[in-house]
């Protein structure tokens, strides 16, 4: 009991942005950075139509589980990494306090359609329909594994909700990372300019 708690004790904690594609952790995670918390990032991907505010990545993310060389420099930062790639993060010597983002399934869609047409990319490789059994399927496995793991918090958080209401989203945000945090300039990166997509 007591080893158990001395190594609690010393892992290490990040915050982590997560979610499907096109469900809003860009946005988040420049709420975060406004809110105080400062991002991991370095700048590879550069902002464009579809995110204008730019996208937030650390490419190294991509590499888990085999490079993880990277985490400590994530401590007291936040960090985005997609839903499918959190079950291929360490279980062992550190603290995952992730901010899910959930969105209309087809938002998420239209969204990443009108992403590929402006990259002149096909959009009928795969039906709709199989891509929202795919998405759900990847959901399914990656909240049955962060469950079932108890390095990880998570609090979800509705997009489409947070959209349209950032006053009552913000303070929970701030209050489940425990963090004193800029909550007026996080509500002022909610633009409902960029909410582009709606079911």
């Known amino acids: 009991m007591a080893?158990?708690?001395l190594s609690k004790l010393f892992e290490k904690e990040l915050v982590v942005v997560s979610g499907l594609p096109r469900s809003g952790t860009s946005m988040m995670m420049k709420m975060l950075e406004a809110g105080g918390i400062p991002p991991l990032?370095?700048?590879?991907r550069t902002a464009d139509e579809d995110n204008p505010k730019g996208y937030y990545e650390f490419e190294r993310v991509k590499k888990l589980p085999n490079d993880?060389?990277?985490m400590p420099e994530a401590?007291?930062?936040a960090v985005k990494i997609i839903a499918?790639?959190?079950t291929k993060l360490p279980l062992k010597g550190y603290r995952y306090k992730v901010l899910f983002m959930r969105r209309d399934i087809e938002e998420i869609m239209k969204s990443q359609k009108q992403m590929l047409i402006r990259r002149g990319e096909s959009t009928d490789k795969i039906s709709d329909e199989e891509m929202i059994t795919t998405?759900?399927?990847h959901l399914s496995e990656v909240l049955n594994f962060l469950e079932a793991n108890s390095c990880f918090t998570v609090f979800f958080v509705n997009y489409n909700d947070l959209m349209r209401d950032p006053e009552d989203w913000v303070p929970r945000i701030a209050?489940?990372?425990?963090k004193e945090m800029d909550t007026a300039a996080m509500k002022a990166v909610v633009d409902p300019k960029l909410y582009r997509n709606r079911s």
């Open 3 to 5: 080893f158990s708690f």
């Open 41 to 44: 990032q370095d700048n590879i």
């Open 68 to 70: 993880t060389a990277w």
């Open 75 to 77: 401590v007291g930062k």
């Open 84 to 86: 499918l790639l959190l």
């Open 135 to 137: 998405y759900n399927r």
């Open 175 to 178: 209050a489940f990372l425990g």
